[in-house]
């Protein structure tokens, strides 16, 4: 099937591109000599997981025991669900994959310690936990410093529990533009970090994972020498709000190439300077930004409503005519992903795969 007989709006990837992707990221890892284990909130397909696994990848993160589950139950045999985890149902059903797989979970809360033991005890299962601090995220996570230091204790002290280290994940960071100030503030959380680590040190705990980082500072934290995993999940991707970030010449970032695209139909061109497009909200996610549109020159998203996408046509643009497929970047991968049924892979304009997004609307 060509990719001008692929219906619309559809979600598309770039198979030539993702490949470059996912193998890039595998080769700065391995460079940096550092474990990758990209984020599958992003993806939401045991596939991507595979491929990214068979390219070097040490396991996948999640947000959710759902998306845990839909990764384990495609073959996925090493997760962190890189989150706080709350109440008995979900617990339980954490502890039921423990039981089948590798799996971690992040704490902030000496309660919450406890209720994870008591559903690993009712399972008999081992779960292994890692102390979440907060390094400037401003979101979930105790305090760096001793606060962690007393959780470990507690981990420690629970019998079906593993003390596997720390959760440091600068979110804030991740879209700081300027490469200069990004890399400070990773340099901050990493103070913060690596001050930590000492103290659990003296306390005699080892922490084998200190993980965090993401598609926007993953160099500085593989760079610093205190973090030994990255979580960076959007690379695979890519999509419009990372390209605004600079590098360190103050140009935009292309490092990794767009892979994810909204694939789109002029649906009406009523004014010279002006044509709608069937992709809105319900085909892309915008709390990042519009999307983009590829490939044609001055042609610009300026607004959505549910169903449709209003395209501003500038004197430079192309005749655009009712019909005709446009390419979109969208604003934010994970929710524009989280949209959509399936991937439809394209390489050399023919679809060449088409996989499910598994564990869309797996929020629970």
């Known amino acids: ?38 984020h599958a909130k992003t993806h939401k397909s045991p596939v991507v997981a595979q491929k990214q696994i068979v390219a070097g990848a040490v396991g996948q993160c999640c947000q959710k025991v759902a998306e845990a589950e839909i990764l384990v139950a495609g073959g996925i045999s090493d997760v962190l669900v890189s989150n706080q985890i709350v109440g008995r149902r979900k617990l339980d059903r954490l502890a ?36 979440e601090i907060d390094i400037g995220a401003g979101r979930c996570g105790v305090a760096p410093g001793k606060a962690a230091v007393e959780l470990a ?71 610093s020498g205190i973090w030994n995993e990255l979580q960076a999940g959007s690379y695979c991707f890519m999509d419009a709000d990372y390209g605004l970030n600079l590098n360190e010449s103050g140009e935009f970032i292309d490092t990794f190439k767009n892979s994810l695209f909204i694939w789109s139909t002029v649906m009406s061109h009523p004014t010279k300077d002006r044509a709608v497009i069937d992709a ?42 009712i019909g005709q497929k446009l390419r979109l970047i969208p604003g934010h991968c994970d929710p524009t992903v989280n949209l959509h049924d399936w991937y439809i892979g394209i390489r050399d304009g023919i679809v060449e795969s088409i996989w499910s997004v598994e564990a869309r609307g797996a929020a629970f």
């Open 96 to 131: 039921g994959l423990a039981r089948n797989a590798n799996i971690s979970v992040c704490v902030d809360d000496q309660d919450n310690i406890n209720e994870i033991n008591a559903a690993a005890q009712r399972f008999n299962a081992n779960i292994e936990v890692l102390v």
């Open 1 to 38: 099937m060509s990719l001008e007989d692929v219906d619309t709006p559809a979600l598309l990837l770039d198979l030539d591109a993702f490949e470059f992707n996912i193998q890039l990221m595998a080769s700065f890892a391995e460079k940096f000599k550092i474990n990758h284990r990209p």
């Open 153 to 223: 204790k507690s981990i420690r002290k629970n019998s079906n529990l593993t003390f596997g280290g720390l959760q440091a994940y600068q979110g804030k960071a991740q879209h700081i533009r300027g490469f200069g100030e990004r890399k400070i503030a990773i340099k901050k959380a990493g103070k913060l970090v690596k001050e930590t680590v000492h103290l659990l040190s003296e306390a005699d705990f080892e922490c084998r994972l200190v993980t965090g980082a993401g598609t926007g500072t993953f160099q500085f934290e593989a760079d």
């Open 280 to 321: 809105g909200h319900k085909a892309a996610s915008i709390d990042s930004g519009l999307p983009h549109v590829a490939d044609v020159k001055d042609v610009t998203y300026v607004s959505a409503s549910d169903e449709h996408g209003s395209l501003v046509l500038g004197p430079d643009a192309v005749d655009i005519k």
